[in-house]
């Protein structure tokens, strides 16, 4: 169906550490379990309800699996953006079961994937070429995030100065979909203009977080 998007975002706390499994051709599958509280006031009583909806979150890419199992732990606060993926299995009694997963999806931080995304379209001895060819394969992936994306967060690291960040950034002001920045302080100055141009600036991704926590509360 065309125009039709598979999106989610929750912004939630995990409830205990990442599973960790191993497939057959031994790649690691990352499950997270995600609690996002709902509170609001009973109307008849004036009395405060909460009602917390849990999530399951599948990382299937290894680079984000690897940071999840290193740096998340139960309780750590976490932003998801992903696919909903419906899955279903037999149990051991023999019974079919359905469930819905959310796939969690990311630009690909993966460099030497990133530089040789275009080498299957054909050898160029010329190192211009090469980098041109993979930066359009890199860029239908990272367009069509972006024209999906309610807002973006623009990460600016220390390798290559992350020109390519500055160009998602640019992207995100043409389209004029909000976008938060984030970066080191010895950054300031030469991202100065991008920053002028996002809603927010932040050094931390604490400070993310937060902000994300504020703008999708209903």
């Known amino acids: 169906m065309a125009g039709s998007i598979n999106k989610v975002i929750l912004v939630g706390n995990l409830g205990r550490d990442p599973e960790v499994r191993a497939t057959q051709d ?3 599958i990352v499950h997270l379990s995600l609690a996002t509280p709902e509170r609001w006031k009973d109307r008849n009583t004036g009395e405060q309800r909460e009602r917390t909806e849990w999530h399951r979150v599948v990382i299937f890419n290894e680079n984000l699996g690897r940071i999840a199992e290193q740096y ?12 909903l993926q419906t899955r279903k299995w037999t149990d ?3 019974a079919e079961k359905y ?10 931080t993966d460099h030497d994937a990133s530089d040789s995304a275009g080498d299957h379209l054909g050898t160029e001895d010329n190192p211009f070429w090469r980098d ?15 024209e999906k994306s309610d807002m973006a967060v623009i990460r600016f690291g220390n390798k290559y100065k992350q020109w390519n960040a500055a160009f998602d950034a640019g992207y995100c002001a043409a389209l004029g979909t909000p976008y938060v920045t984030l970066h080191a302080e010895d950054l300031v100055h030469p991202l100065k ?3 002028a141009a ?7 991704t604490e400070q993310v977080v937060k902000i994300l926590k504020y703008v999708t509360q209903t």
């Open 26 to 28: 031994g790649s690691k």
């Open 72 to 83: 998340l732990r139960k309780g750590s606060t976490c932003y998801i953006e992903g696919q």
């Open 92 to 94: 051991q009694q023999g």
């Open 99 to 108: 469930g819905i997963d959310i796939e969690f999806v990311s630009a690909v």
């Open 132 to 146: 041109h060819k993979s930066a359009k394969v890199n860029a239908i992936r990272t367009k069509t995030l972006i």
């Open 193 to 195: 203009e991008v920053d």
């Open 198 to 204: 996002a809603m927010a600036s932040t050094t931390t």
